[in-house]
């Protein structure tokens, strides 16, 4: 085997999704967000094991992406779409059953023009300005919404990664304006927002990342370990160069772990020079750029050849190997590769 094996660990999964759970009061729902291929993990197989936990509402980002999401989860589920009804969604929203969150009232005249009855949530721009009704669009429609009892009011956090940011209470206060006493459900946050305390919970919660093992969810439970196997090994003498551009020269007699995997497996050429793998507990560093399919790392130090070496793991979790290449732990995980050899497991292993 020589691609990089990428463990999904669904148990952990599970478990992260019942931990934010139980974060919100019994009353409170807590939805599952699986866009984006559950944020690169696998939808089908994600899905299948949130709704064993017990998710029963899902969100995707674009009807398209309601597909493979109904397919795994059979016709029970709840499956809201962030972007709306847009034109062409139509038949897709009706034979998947999907409850797009209408986000404008060109999106609000197509569905009830299109789809009388079908269910449908609103989402409502508190501030944050890139989906939603504004409030002056929001007071002009709202008694003709109400009207057709919409499934969900919702909106959406900007700063809830940071607990002080006073954009918070100011989102907060501006979606009590919009929805107080409208009588219909409501949704604020995801996984930072949950994270923020009760008065952010409403009546549903709507976590991401959290439940993939990222950041802001410090208490999460690791889901991903990314294993790259070496090809081959290189020694090294003083004055010799790794890698495209010779951006390594080495200043004494170094190894070289040559391992399969690049920046077409979603490994950034930021990490060029700068990253590290790990083999067991010891850390060993990038040597030159990163390639398309291989990088170069510096085995030196170690005792034996090793086999494989560790990129996401025990000692470098999503976020770490995110800090790494100068992204965030949300943008690692949504660009894994489809090279990998990915293995779903049950429990650490
Ligand atoms: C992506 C997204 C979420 C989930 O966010 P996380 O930060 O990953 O928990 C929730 N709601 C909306 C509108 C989103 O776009």
């Known amino acids: 085997m020589s691609t990089g094996r990428l463990t999904i660990d669904l148990d952990a999964l599970a478990a992260n999704w019942r931990a934010l759970d139980a974060m919100s009061g019994a009353q409170v729902q807590t939805a599952a967000v699986v866009k984006a291929d559950a944020y690169g993990l696998g939808v089908g197989k994600a899905a299948r094991a949130l709704a064993a936990a017990g998710a029963r509402r899902f969100f995707v980002a674009v009807a398209e992406e309601g597909w493979a999401v109904r397919e795994a989860l059979g016709p029970g589920p709840e499956i809201g779409v962030f972007s709306g009804h847009m034109a062409g969604d139509t038949d897709m929203i009706h034979d998947l059953h999907l409850v797009p969150m209408l986000n404008s009232i060109e999106q609000l005249t197509r569905h009830i023009e299109a789809l009388p009855g079908h269910p449908f949530g609103i989402q409502l721009d508190t501030g944050m300005n890139r989906l939603g009704m504004e409030p002056a669009e929001w007071a002009a429609v709202r008694d003709v919404v109400l009207a057709q009892a919409p499934r969900l009011l919702m909106s959406h956090l900007a700063c809830a990664d940071e607990p002080e940011h006073e954009m918070n209470r100011q989102q907060l206060a501006a979606f009590h304006e919009m929805t107080d006493e409208t009588g219909v459900p409501r949704s604020l946050s995801a996984t930072g927002g949950i994270l923020l305390g009760p008065d952010y919970h409403f009546d549903l919660t709507r976590p991401g990342i959290g439940l993939y093992g990222g950041l802001p969810f410090e208490a999460a439970q690791p889901?991903?370990?990314?294993?790259?196997?070496?090809?081959?090994?290189?020694?090294?003498?003083?004055?010799?160069s790794v890698g495209y551009g010779n951006t390594f020269v080495a200043e004494r007699a170094t190894r070289v772990a040559t391992v399969s995997g690049g920046y077409a497996d979603g490994l950034s050429r930021h990490l060029s020079n700068h990253g590290v793998l790990f083999h067991a507990d010891t850390p060993c560093p990038i040597l030159g750029r990163v390639s398309m399919d291989?990088?170069?790392?510096?085995?030196?130090h170690l005792d034996e050849t090793p086999k494989t070496l560790t990129m996401i793991g025990p000692h470098q979790g999503?976020?770490?190997?995110?800090?790494?290449?100068?992204?965030?732990?949300?943008?690692?995980?949504?660009?894994?590769?489809t090279r990998y050899a990915r293995r779903y497991a049950r429990g650490r292993s």
């Open 223 to 240: 889901v991903v370990e990314l294993d790259l196997p070496v090809i081959q090994i290189r020694d090294l003498v003083a004055g010799e």
């Open 294 to 300: 291989l990088i170069g790392v510096d085995v030196t």
């Open 318 to 337: 999503v976020d770490d190997l995110a800090e790494a290449a100068g992204t965030i732990g949300y943008e690692i995980l949504t660009q894994l590769g």
